[in-house]
């Protein structure tokens, strides 16, 4: 099966800044693709969204401190976490969307951020 690989995860404090970037499993010039959060005990959660047109979507939880980006030549999609809260603790991925909804790839392992107060 494949999947995506996301990475770029880590401890940081609250206030601090991550990274994290996302290599896709095939191409996605054609795909929305989103990033996704899951914290223990909790359903995934969709975190942003960037469109095969380039137009960004956040949940309210996060807007004004992430930005969604991708790089259709390298089949990457970044997610740059500023402002980071306790809250945002969470395995996060990635993957592809059909444009109908519905992850197109398998869900790879995720990339741990971990935000300390």
């Known amino acids: 099966q494949v999947h995506p690989v996301e990475s770029g995860g880590g401890l940081v404090q609250a206030g601090g800044s991550l990274r994290l970037s996302c290599a896709a499993s095939g191409i996605i010039f054609s795909f929305n693709v989103g990033w996704y959060r899951q914290a223990p005990g909790k359903q995934r959660e969709l975190v942003a969204r960037?469109?095969?047109?380039?137009?960004?979507h956040y949940v309210d939880s996060v807007k004004g401190r992430f930005t969604i980006s991708r790089d259709n030549a390298k089949n990457t999609v970044v997610l740059q976490m500023n402002s980071l809260k306790p809250e945002d603790t969470a395995v996060y991925y990635c993957?592809?969307?059909?444009?109908?909804?519905?992850?197109?790839?398998?869900w790879g392992q995720g990339t741990q951020v971990t935000v300390s107060s």
């Open positions: 993957n592809r969307e059909f444009s109908t909804g519905g992850a197109v790839d398998s």
């Open positions: 960037i469109s095969s047109t380039g137009i960004t």
